[in-house]
């Protein structure tokens, strides 16, 4: 099993429509989680961290399961602009480098 | 400006010649990672740095060698034992610990020709 799973896509989604990607981690013991965004031959930017308790910025959500292993995050009112590769990234436990997923690309069309 | 810097943006060589590609970062980040992403797929590890004068193999190091002299730098050599160069290189740099999220530079599309 992959240490971190995401759906490739892509979403084809209309402006305006909200979204959802999941992404799911193998190493139940992995502590610190994120969403970075990559637009197209850009370098990944961070989007949001994402807590135990969840974590909002305007129309982004992002949420942890602890007990599933997955984290998601929740797009509403998608823009042309939020067209992008959504990658999942996920700390293992230890001195360790972040893992993070492939990416689930996301287009938004208008 | 704080940030991590790429040099070049776009580089071209030729097969057989070995090539460095810089990063360098004012963040005052102790760690420092250099990846390499190939079109249409997700980020690879080539090396890490966590410390000066340290640092560590990731899933792809074959054919590539770094060095960390000084904490804001962190130079990848690509040699020609590399069978497939060309590629997208991006180096990010972080907080000790790995708990924390990483920041990257512009990145350096290479070419071997």
């Known amino acids: 099993r992959k240490e971190v799973e995401q759906d490739p896509g892509p979403f084809n989604v209309p402006e305006g429509a909200t979204v959802a990607f999941n992404c799911t981690y193998s190493?139940?013991?992995?502590?610190?989680f994120f969403w970075y965004r990559q637009d197209c031959r850009k370098e990944p930017k961070l989007l949001m961290s994402?807590?135990?308790s969840g974590n909002e910025d305007g129309r982004f959500t992002a949420q942890l399961n602890r007990a599933s292993q997955y984290i998601s995050l929740l797009i509403r009112d998608s823009k042309l602009s939020d067209s992008a590769t959504y990658l999942c990234?996920?700390?293992?436990?230890?001195?360790?480098?972040?893992?993070f997923g492939k990416g689930t690309r996301l287009s938004v069309i208008a | 400006d704080g940030g991590i810097t790429q040099s070049p943006k776009y580089l071209f060589r030729k097969e057989g010649q070995n090539v460095t590609l810089s990063c360098e970062q004012n963040?005052?980040?102790?760690?420092m990672y250099w990846y390499r992403q190939d079109p249409g797929q997700g980020l690879r590890l080539i090396y890490y740095?966590?410390?000066?004068?340290?640092?560590q193999k990731g899933d792809i190091a074959e054919g590539y060698s770094v060095s960390r002299e000084k904490k804001e730098s962190f130079p990848l050599t690509v040699t020609s034992a590399q069978k497939n160069p060309t590629a997208f290189y991006l180096c990010?740099?972080?907080?000790?610990?790995?708990?924390?999220?990483?920041?990257f530079g512009p990145g350096t599309r290479l070419t071997v020709l």
């Open positions: 990010a740099s972080g907080l000790a610990g790995g708990l924390d999220e990483q920041f």
């Open positions: 963040l005052n980040h102790d760690a």
């Open positions: 740095s966590q410390i000066v004068n340290d640092f």
């Open positions: 990234v996920v700390t293992p436990p230890g001195n360790t480098p972040l893992v």
């Open positions: 190493n139940s013991a992995s502590q610190s």
């Open positions: 994402v807590y135990s």
